[in-house]
């Protein structure tokens, strides 16, 4: 039995009181939020000009602060639990050291600046409890929350019941959230969960992700299959235009302004849930269901700068199948290999591994000069990273070198130098485009057998 730390969201049904309080605790976490960032700009200019004061940039500090000035800046404080206040300064010591370790080039990513003000409407409206009575309750339709009491869910809460009840689960922290017209509370749980070698699967499955279609999955002794593409944002644009229509028609701060504003909410809730049902069908069924899923390690970052098709590939979500499936394989005791970012999927014939550079993308079907194979593209790129790991005696390497999965023992890490093919062992393809001075063709070059 390992140890991991698991999520477990339940959407709620509040009574209008309920609701009325979430908000205020939502409410509080923001203002301690604004209020210590205040704090800390004052102090900063009050270095800046040689006094010599102390700034509070972590969470005890804030803390410590906080408790001094909280009967003078917001004598309600009672009104909510001491953790909303506590939360929001949370939030705040993180985006602190976010920023620093940005700065610092201690983080990766894009760079992050320093935070900024909290907005009502603007900010998502979220508090984290971490102590007090958060508890499931034994119907398996109630949550116990500090200082709100018992709350119904809309949906039942028996998969973390069970575990609570078998003692195999301890819940860590709780967070309320509001999306669009509804809250939800998710629950940090540590949990004793048996993570399986293996699922008894020895097939290999290659996945293509694309815009036309979600996914197509192939590989060696199985069925092509499709994965339609549920384009929830190209199928609700219409919706979505209507909503913000209405909202550019009222008179801002006025009721109607607000219950425009919350369809649009509801809306975009809508999409994203469209999306999510599809993505976490899919990448359940390819973990449970093969033994080796290989996808490619695409750069979507860079896809996105494509004006033509950034909406269809931010519909699709790529990144996205690739971190359930991250997760998810190692639950059921599959294995997942991320296929080289540079290898040619779609250019290469999964049946003799020559690589067609001219492919463009408007040719829908994979025609092999070498050996005359004709097949969908998107069919013969999911054999094709299929066979990368058929090919090379099931190797779960990524392509930075390391296992995908953290534990696995019995497999070495490989590190040569780009576009090489170590003798007798098998990694990364060969980049598309190049070749030794042997195989250089005009257009197209064959890679070595594996």
Known sequence: ???????????????????????????????????????????????????????????PRLRREWNLAKSDVAPWWEENSKEAYSSGLDSLARAFKNYWD?????????????????????????????????????????????????????????????????????IRSATISRRAHRWFVSFSVELQREVPATNGKTSIVGVDVGVRYLAVTAGPGLVAQIEENPRALSRNLRALARAQRAVARRKPGSKGHEESRRQVARVHARISNIRCDALHKLTSRLARSHGMVVVEQLNVAGMLRNRHLARSIADASFGQIRRMLTYKTNWYGSHLHLADRWFASTMTCSACSLVNAKLGLAERTFRCAGCGMVMDRDENAARSLANLVARSGRETLNARGSDVRPGDTGRTELKREPCTEPSGKSGTALSQGRATEAEAEPTSFRLQPR
């Open 102 to 170: 940005s700065s610092n080039g201690r983080r990766k990513g894009a760079r992050v600046g320093f935070p900024r003000f909290k907005k009502r409407g603007r900010a998502p409206d979220t508090c984290r409890f971490t102590t007090g009575a958060i508890r499931v309750e034994p119907d398996r339709h109630h949550v116990t929350l500090p200082r709100l009491g018992k709350v119904r869910t809309h949906e039942s809460t028996r998969k973390l019941a069970r575990r609570v009840e078998q003692h195999t689960a301890r």
């Open 1 to 59: 039995m390992d140890t991991v730390i698991q999520a477990y969201r339940f959407a709620l049904d509040p009574t209008p009181k309920q609701q009325r309080a979430l908000a205020s605790h939502c409410g509080a976490a923001r203002f301690a939020f604004n209020w210590g960032l205040a704090l800390v700009k004052d102090r900063m200019d009050a270095r800046q000009a040689g006094d010599e004061v102390d700034v509070p940039w972590t969470l």
